[in-house]
């Protein structure tokens, strides 16, 4: 059988996402499985090539895994023979110029989101990867999670008949780092590294829902930064000058109200770290990480208000589980396999940069909605190439015509100023 190698510069490894997500669970994954096989039989094999600021600790990682292809210059990294993808999973400030450096060189490039600091840079870099025709692809994998692969197929099943509103939980607490370690990287608390709730999870939510429920057509957000001061990695303390916390509503079309509160200062009563709750005529469902319930409006009891007598019904039980009725891998190898998939076979690959640039777009004017305390419409994306499409957001409109990059420069630096 024959065996093509695909050379990816893999750049950020020694951090959260970049080494465990991405090198272990996903381009280590598929060389354990064998590989993968393309509709002619040919196995693809990708050959990670790690890159960082350390090489001692990227030495030390490859030594681990039985890896030999390290460097700390990307320009050489990206220059050597049978590289075919870039793959960025740095802190965000830093993705855009590797990115372009990718271009640059004629790499197809596929990355963590946020794709860009702002919406005008992550067009910018689809723009330059469109001209340069190299494929490009942003991480979306909440998409590939079973709860919500099987929320998807209830709605697409049209099991909720009209779908009404959608309530989503996401959060947990993050130690401040004084007497116990923080379990995220400092710069996440930082707007001047990029970090901020916000920026970071609006651009998931701006996927989920545009692919699972319906496109987003504005947004009303409430950021907070209700720790003020946390202990970096360093031992010393630092200004949190970023939002931990968001409350957002989005409008969805079709008139569907979405609310999601986003949190790092939350402590979870919930079954899984993210939960959302879909309401519809026919029925509602709650889909998390793994687990899918739906309760049919047939089901449904009649609850009567009596604050005198406790409650009467165990109302979580009255719930039933989605079946799996599928086999789910690893949401961020699924994308992976598709992503090289679409570089060796052309593929179907619609998370490209420009669904890249709708997250970035909805974290800004989450952002601005907060800074202006009001609600700001979501206008469609100029879409240069024409190409992918997700979520119904299609038709190509004059961003700037509408005032979307005006908005473009709303990011990081405003997130340090709460709305008064
Ligand atoms: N898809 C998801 O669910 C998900 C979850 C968490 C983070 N992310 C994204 O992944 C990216 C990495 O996040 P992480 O949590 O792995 O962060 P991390 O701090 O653990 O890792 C960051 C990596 O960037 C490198 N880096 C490059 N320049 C740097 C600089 N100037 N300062 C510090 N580090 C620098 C570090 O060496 C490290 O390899 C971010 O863009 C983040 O938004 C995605």
């Given at each position: 059988?024959?065996?093509?190698?695909?050379?990816?510069?893999?750049?950020?490894v020694?951090?959260?996402?970049?080494?465990?997500?991405?090198?272990?669970?996903?381009?280590?994954?598929?060389?354990?499985?064998?590989?993968?096989?393309?509709?002619?039989?040919t196995v693809?094999?990708?050959?990670?090539?790690?890159?960082?600021?350390?090489e001692?600790?990227?030495?030390?990682?490859?030594?681990?895994?039985?890896?030999?292809?390290?460097?700390?210059?990307?320009?050489?990294?990206?220059?050597?023979?049978?590289?075919?993808i870039?793959?960025?999973?740095q802190?965000?400030?830093?993705?855009?110029?590797a990115?372009?450096t990718?271009?640059?060189?004629?790499?197809?490039?596929?990355?963590?989101?946020?794709?860009?600091?702002?919406?005008e840079?992550?067009?910018?870099?689809?723009r330059?990867?469109?001209?340069a025709?190299?494929?490009?692809?942003v991480?979306q994998?909440?998409?590939?999670?079973?709860?919500?692969?099987?929320?998807?197929?209830?709605?697409?099943?049209?099991?909720?008949?009209?779908?009404?509103?959608?309530?989503?939980?996401?959060g947990?607490?993050v130690f401040?780092?004084?007497?116990q370690?923080?379990?995220?990287p400092s710069?996440?608390?930082?707007?001047?590294?990029?970090?901020g709730?916000?920026?970071d999870?609006f651009c998931?939510?701006?996927?989920?829902l545009?692919?699972?429920?319906?496109?987003?057509?504005?947004v009303?957000?409430?950021?907070?930064?209700?720790?003020?001061?946390r202990?970096g990695?360093?031992?010393?303390?630092y200004?949190?000058?970023?939002?931990?916390?968001?409350?957002?509503?989005f409008?969805?079309?079709?008139?569907?109200?979405?609310?999601?509160n986003?949190?790092?200062?939350?402590?979870?009563?919930?079954?899984?770290?993210v939960?959302?709750?879909?309401?519809?005529?026919?029925?509602?469902a709650?889909?998390g990480?793994?687990?899918?319930r739906?309760?049919?409006?047939?089901?449904?009891?009649?609850?009567v208000?009596?604050p005198?007598?406790p409650?009467?019904?165990?109302?979580?039980?009255?719930?039933?589980?989605?079946p799996?009725?599928?086999?789910?891998?690893?949401g961020?190898?699924?994308q992976?396999?598709?992503?090289l998939?679409?570089?060796?076979?052309?593929?179907?690959?619609?998370?490209?940069?420009y669904?890249?640039a709708?997250?970035?777009?909805?974290?800004?004017?989450?952002l601005?909605s907060?800074?202006?305390?009001?609600?700001?419409?979501?206008?469609?994306?100029?879409?240069?190439?024409?190409a992918a499409?997700?979520?119904?957001?299609s038709?190509?409109?004059?961003?700037?015509?509408?005032?979307?990059?005006?908005?473009?420069?709303a990011?990081?630096?405003?997130?340090?100023?709460?709305?008064?």
């Amino acid at each position: 059988m024959a065996r093509r190698s695909i050379g990816i510069v893999m750049n950020g490894v020694t951090g959260r996402m970049g080494y465990r997500q991405h090198l272990l669970r996903s381009i280590l994954a598929i060389r354990e499985q064998g590989g993968l096989t393309t509709a002619d039989g040919t196995v693809l094999w990708p050959e990670p090539i790690l890159v960082g600021r350390s090489e001692a600790k990227l030495r030390a990682i490859a030594e681990r895994h039985g890896l030999t292809e390290w460097s700390t210059d990307l320009g050489a990294a990206l220059a050597r023979p049978g590289v075919e993808i870039y793959f960025d999973t740095q802190i965000t400030g830093a993705r855009a110029a590797a990115v372009r450096t990718a271009i640059e060189a004629g790499r197809h490039v596929y990355t963590e989101k946020p794709l860009a600091e702002d919406v005008e840079e992550a067009l910018e870099l689809a723009r330059l990867a469109d001209e340069a025709g190299v494929r490009h692809g942003v991480v979306q994998d909440k998409l590939f999670l079973p709860g919500l692969l099987k929320l998807k197929r209830l709605v697409d099943g049209g099991f909720f008949g009209r779908i009404l509103s959608v309530r989503g939980e996401f959060g947990y607490w993050v130690f401040e780092g004084d007497w116990q370690e923080a379990q995220r990287p400092s710069w996440n608390y930082r707007v001047e590294d990029g970090g901020g709730i916000i920026a970071d999870m609006f651009c998931h939510w701006r996927y989920v829902l545009d692919n699972v429920i319906a496109p987003v057509r504005s947004v009303q957000a409430l950021g907070a930064t209700h720790i003020p001061e946390r202990v970096g990695e360093d031992g010393k303390p630092y200004a949190a000058t970023a939002d931990d916390a968001a409350y957002g509503i989005f409008e969805l079309e079709g008139g569907i109200i979405a609310q999601i509160n986003s949190s790092w200062t939350t402590r979870v009563f919930r079954d899984e770290l993210v939960e959302f709750q879909v309401d519809g005529t026919e029925g509602s469902a709650v889909a998390g990480l793994r687990r899918c319930r739906v309760q049919h409006r047939s089901m449904t009891p009649k609850p009567v208000w009596n604050p005198d007598l406790p409650a009467t019904e165990d109302f979580r039980a009255q719930w039933q589980e989605v079946p799996d009725n599928a086999e789910f891998d690893n949401g961020f190898k699924a994308q992976w396999e598709l992503f090289l998939r679409h570089v060796a076979e052309d593929g179907a690959f619609p998370w490209d940069f420009y669904a890249g640039a709708r997250g970035v777009q909805l974290a800004e004017l989450g952002l601005r909605s907060w800074r202006e305390g009001r609600r700001v419409e979501v206008p469609e994306l100029a879409h240069a190439g024409g190409a992918a499409k997700a979520g119904g957001v299609s038709e190509p409109v004059k961003a700037r015509a509408n005032g979307a990059s005006e908005s473009v420069k709303a990011g990081a630096d405003e997130a340090s100023e709460p709305a008064k």
